[in-house]
C-alpha cells in the first residue's frame, strides 16, 4: 500500500513509526525523544536524549540575528500570520546561519586528511564551515561547553577528533555548529538530517521573539534601521 512509513491514522487510532500514538507513545515520550523517533525511526538511547536536549538549548537562540529579524519584521507587515513570519526566519537557515552544521557534518563525514581539506579550500578561496565568529573569540562559549560534556560523558568519538584536529589546522574559533554536528555524528545521528537539529530548536527561538514582537514592536524600527543603512553607504 503507498503512504508514509512515518505514520497512518485509522478511525480508532494513529500509529507513528508503528507505534500507537495515544496507547504507547503519548505519556511515555519526551519532545526529544518523539522527534528523534520520527526523524529516524528508532528510539534514542539516553546519552542520545541528553545530547539532542543540549544542542537543541545551545542554538535555538542567539539574539537579534537575520532569522529574527526576518521574522519580526514580517509579523509587522502581517500581524496575523504567525506562521508566515516564523516561515520568513526559517528560510534563512542556509549554510551562513544555522545551515552551517550540515556542512561541518559533510566534512566530518569526509575521508580527506584534515591539514589537506582545509589547505584545498583555502587555496579555493574558500572558508570552512565551523570556524570563525563575528563576536565570540577566541572561544565559542557554547562550542566549548558541548566538547567538554562530550568528553565527561564518553560520547566524543571519531567526528569530535576530527573536529579537533580540523581546528587546529585552521587556527580560529571553532563555533558552535562544528560540535553540533561532530557529536551528533558519534551518536549515530544520520548526517542527513543534522541540520534538522538547529532548524528545530531556532523554530523555538522565533516564537519567542514573535511573541515578545506582539507585547513590544521593533519590526519597524529594524526596517528603519536597514534603510538608513542603505543610505549611508
Do not use: W
Not at 513509526?17 to 523517533?37: C, I, S
Not at 528510539?43 to 542567539?62: G, S
Not at 572558508?127 to 570563525?132: D, L, N, Q, S
Amino acid at each position: 500500500m503507498a503512504g508514509s512509513r512515518i505514520s497512518r491514522a485509522f478511525p480508532d487510532r494513529v500509529e507513528v513509526r508503528g507505534r500507537d500514538l495515544a496507547g504507547d507513545l503519548m505519556g511515555r515520550l519526551t519532545f526529544t525523544q518523539y522527534f528523534h523517533l520520527l526523524l529516524t525511526g528508532e528510539e534514542p538511547t539516553e546519552d542520545t536524549v541528553y545530547f539532542l536536549d543540549l544542542l537543541l538549548v545551545a542554538i535555538a537562540e542567539h539574539g537579534l540575528m537575520p532569522t529574527n529579524v526576518a521574522a519580526r519584521m514580517t509579523l509587522a507587515a502581517d500581524p496575523g500570520s504567525l506562521h508566515g513570519a516564523v516561515a520568513a526566519g526559517i528560510l534563512g537557515a542556509g549554510p551562513v546561519v544555522l545551515g552551517t552544521a550540515e556542512e561541518c557534518a559533510r566534512l566530518l563525514a569526509s575521508d580527506e586528511e584534515p591539514e589537506a581539506l582545509v589547505r584545498r579550500l583555502r587555496d579555493a578561496g574558500e572558508k570552512v564551515p565551523g570556524f570563525g565568529h563575528p563576536l565570540h573569540k577566541p572561544v565559542d562559549p557554547r562550542a566549548e561547553r558541548i566538547l567538554e560534556l562530550a568528553d565527561e560523558r564518553g560520547v566524543a568519538g571519531r567526528h569530535v577528533a576530527r573536529a579537533r584536529r580540523l581546528h587546529e589546522a585552521v587556527g580560529l574559533t571553532m563555533n558552535v555548529s562544528m560540535p553540533i554536528a561532530a557529536v551528533l555524528l558519534d551518536l549515530g545521528f544520520p548526517e542527513g538530517a543534522v541540520k534538522a537539529v538547529p532548524i528545530l530548536a531556532r523554530t523555538a527561538g522565533l516564537l519567542a521573539h514573535l511573541a515578545e514582537e506582539r507585547e513590544r514592536p521593533i519590526g519597524f524600527l529594524l526596517a528603519r534601521a536597514a534603510q538608513d543603512a542603505g543610505e549611508a553607504e
